[in-house]
């Protein structure tokens, strides 16, 4: 498989529940980004990882963990979200972090917070 | 404040027509990116700008940035079904390392 893909597609979830967003990328990238996307507002940049450390991360709640095992997989762990967090989970990778990269998206995981 | 303002925000055009969508800053960029959303994916670059005032074109699609590289245009000729879809654009500050994305317009074009 080619490019960034992302699991679940979509998800539906609880306020009590814990549950892991999976992305994974196939272009031997070594940055990669969680955005979440809401209607009516800009794409937000929540967290980058350059090199598997993290590099960013802009102001997020502690209820959203992100994890990097390796170049090529990133996760966001989820737990007591509120449903304000219903929202398009993108993940994105570039060859590296900043300047002119490209930044390719996979097809985003849809979340509703219930 | 939006660091970068995308116009209009939507627009329904017939196949055929021409459009022109927008996106305004008042900040300054040492670069910046198109990127079409189609519905249930994620955004696909089109374009890269990075000199004051260059145009580039891909097929029916150019793109300008503004002298002062506080703004850009997309302009679409002869607009098709297929170019449906969001249009964001995203400006990356000078000695930062991180994108800025624009509101986005979400363009539809009828058969």
């Known amino acids: 498989e080619t490019g960034v893909t992302q699991t679940p597609r979509h998800l539906v979830m609880g306020m009590t529940n814990k549950k892991s967003l999976k992305c994974e990328q196939h272009l031997g990238h070594n940055a990669m980004y969680w955005y979440k996307q809401s209607a009516k507002k800009p794409l937000e940049l929540m967290f980058v990882?350059?090199?598997?450390?993290?590099?960013e991360n802009n102001s997020v709640p502690s209820r959203f963990s992100p994890e990097c095992p390796n170049s090529s997989h990133l996760f966001l762990h989820l737990h007591t979200l509120q449903p304000e967090d219903s929202a398009l989970y993108l993940c994105?990778?570039?060859?590296?972090?900043?300047?002119?990269?490209?930044?390719?998206f996979g097809p985003g995981t849809r979340l509703t917070v219930t | 404040t939006q660091l970068l303002e995308q116009s209009p925000q939507f627009l329904s055009i017939q196949e055929g027509e021409n459009l022109t969508v927008y996106c305004n800053s008042s900040?300054?960029?040492?670069?910046l990116q198109w990127y079409r959303q189609e519905p249930g994916e994620g955004p696909v670059l089109l374009v890269t700008?990075?000199?004051?005032?260059e145009v580039k074109k891909l097929k029916r699609l150019t793109f300008q940035f503004g002298d002062a590289r506080k703004d850009s245009s997309l302009h679409i000729t002869a607009a098709q079904t297929g170019d449906t879809g969001l249009y964001l654009c995203?400006?990356?500050?000078?000695?930062?390392?991180?994108?800025?994305f624009g509101t986005g317009t979400r363009l539809t074009v009828i058969p």
């Open positions: 990882y350059s090199l598997e450390e993290r590099v």
């Open positions: 994105a990778s570039s060859q590296s972090w900043g300047s002119f990269y490209e930044q390719y």
């Open positions: 995203a400006g990356l500050q000078t000695g930062a390392n991180n994108l800025f």
């Open positions: 900040s300054v960029f040492s670069s």
């Open positions: 700008v990075v000199t004051g005032g």
